[in-house]
């Protein structure tokens, strides 16, 4: 991922050494036996999970406003490597979120799909070996209606009910 919004990152590279990892590692590993690498492919780089979440009566509503570090040509965060630094609510999408938080993902994320015992999609980037698919199957947050976070004035007039949150 990108270290800092002056440096272009090519989305694809993620993909362009899958032959380094075992065919399907998803389908014949557990979750917590990842390695780091492994773990950091499942993510389909929807941008979803960069969204602002708001919990009305104990149910998380996503809203369309976004982290003001979400890149949304790429749906990348553009300062992945330093986003614990700068941004004090970014959550790590870790093993014991998404077994105790699903509900802050969207249902189309690989890691809460896989925690439900499900398969990867057909238009997930380890499955096509292409970054684009998640954008070529409107699975992403590119072209939808955001707003930055940091011009939001009530995250309640901001909720959203797109089918894939």
């Known amino acids: 991922m990108n270290n800092w919004p002056d440096e272009k990152y090519d989305p694809q590279s993620r993909f362009d050494n899958l032959d380094k990892f075992e065919p399907e590692f998803w389908k014949k590993k ?13 993510c389909d780089g929807c941008g979803k999970c960069c969204l602002n979440k708001i919990d009305i009566r104990g149910k998380v509503c996503f809203t369309n406003a976004k982290c003001r570090f979400l890149d949304e040509e790429t749906c990348l965060c553009q300062i992945y490597e330093h986003r614990f630094e700068k941004v004090d609510d970014c959550r790590d999408i870790d093993l014991k979120t998404v077994l105790s938080e699903p509900e802050i993902l969207p249902k189309t994320c690989a890691y809460r799909l896989l925690a439900d015992g499900k398969d990867l999609p057909e238009w997930h980037p380890l499955i096509t070996k292409k970054a684009s698919s998640i954008h070529e199957s409107k699975q ?11 011009e939001v004035r009530d995250y309640e007039n901001h909720i959203v009910d797109w089918q894939d949150l």
């Open 140 to 150: 992403s947050l590119k072209g939808r209606k955001l707003i930055s976070e940091t």
């Open 30 to 42: 557990k979750l917590e036996d990842l390695s780091k690498d492994e773990w950091e492919l499942l």
